[in-house]
């Protein structure tokens, strides 16, 4: 058995990398998505990390509110598509290919049945409608206001929810001329309603509290 100080000698120096496989992967910006998809096997959730731009992105890890909220609107939208063949909807780590080089995870994610052929098995090719709830912190808030914003916006997805439960507030964009629009921001005791999917409506109070349907 080796002693305390064989022990010592054999360590990693103080600085090193705790995670060895850190070695093998390229340095931020220089990333590609057969470098990103090569994570999967490796890490758990490889799906709480975004390709933006040759660089990873870490989202945080999902509170107990983000999750009830988003099954809340995930159930919504399935109880509304019910029967009416409209397209898919996924939650919970759907990847969304936006651009070259450029992987977005929304926390939901629907295509109209139109199409449905850029549903490919290890991500879509864009979206018609990407619902973001945003998580506490600034860096989390100015992504999904401002950058993914943008970036839906560039790759042409119609419509974008950004749920916000510190503000308490659910704002619908719709894609015009290349650029959102607000078709609405709808506070506690309204109806958050789709311009896309005509008559789809969430109760914001319900939601942001992730009742159950």
Known sequence: MPTTAQRSHNRPQRGAPAWELVKHFPAQGEWDELDYLSLDPLLEDARSIELVDGRLEFLPMPTKTHELIVAFIYEALRAFMRGKNLGEVFFSGRRVKLGIQKIRVP??????????????????????????????????????????????????????????PQQEQITVLNLQGGKYSVHGKFKKGQRAASFLLLGFEVDVTEALAGLKQ
């Open 107 to 164: 926390d939901i994610v629907f295509l109209l049945k139109e199409h449905r052929n850029r549903s490919e098995e290890d991500f879509s090719l864009g979206a018609d409608l990407a619902i973001e709830v945003v998580s506490r912190g600034r860096e989390d808030h100015e992504r999904d206001y401002v950058r993914k914003r943008r970036d839906y916006a560039k790759a042409g997805i119609a419509e974008y929810w950004i749920v916000d």
